[in-house]
């Protein structure tokens, strides 16, 4: 047990303090028993939060009795990933990236194809549409490059 020690508090920290004891013991500003989370505060009381997740990463939320859970879980996009194990947390935001850059690099390469940039690409008098994008492998690094914004240099 710790011992108490006796500090002596300067005029200003005590007017202080007892000004926050007249406010804790005044009315509350919504008073209303339909509503019971407006309470008069007690003194020195404080209201304890449970965690959403705890410390050690344990989570606090459990789904019990709901109708149609499967729906209503996946209809919270929130919920569903702080639900999920680490790992699948990882694969998906990995898939998603991967299907972005490929759908991205699909539609970049189809334009280069529908504009002659694949058919034309040794002739010099030629502008092509987009640049580099001579391949699908082209057309995925030209879609990575673009949407990490990391540059595009020179190939």
């Known amino acids: 047990m710790r011992k108490a ?4 508090l300067s005029p200003s920290v005590a007017n202080l303090l007892a000004a926050q004891r007249m406010l804790d013991l005044e009315e509350p500003l919504v008073k209303s028993k339909k509503y019971p989370f407006f ?5 020195g009381s404080r209201r304890i939060r449970n965690r959403l997740v705890q410390k050690q990463g344990i989570c606090n939320i459990s789904l019990r009795n709901v109708p149609k859970q499967r729906r209503k879980y996946f209809s919270d996009i929130f919920t569903t990933v702080i639900e999920m194990k680490w790992r699948w947390c990882l694969l998906y935001f990995s898939l998603s990236f991967l299907i972005s850059w490929t759908f ?28 580099n994008v001579h391949s699908e492998i082209n057309a995925f690094l030209f879609s990575f490059t673009t949407q ?6 020179f190939r």
């Open 5 to 8: 020690t006796a500090v002596a």
């Open 39 to 43: 309470k008069t505060p007690r003194i």
């Open 104 to 131: 991205f690099a699909s539609l970049y390469y189809s334009i280069g194809k529908h504009h002659g940039d694949l058919d034309n690409r040794f002739n010099v008098s030629w502008t092509p549409c987009i640049v």
């Open 148 to 153: 990490t914004t990391i540059g595009y240099g």
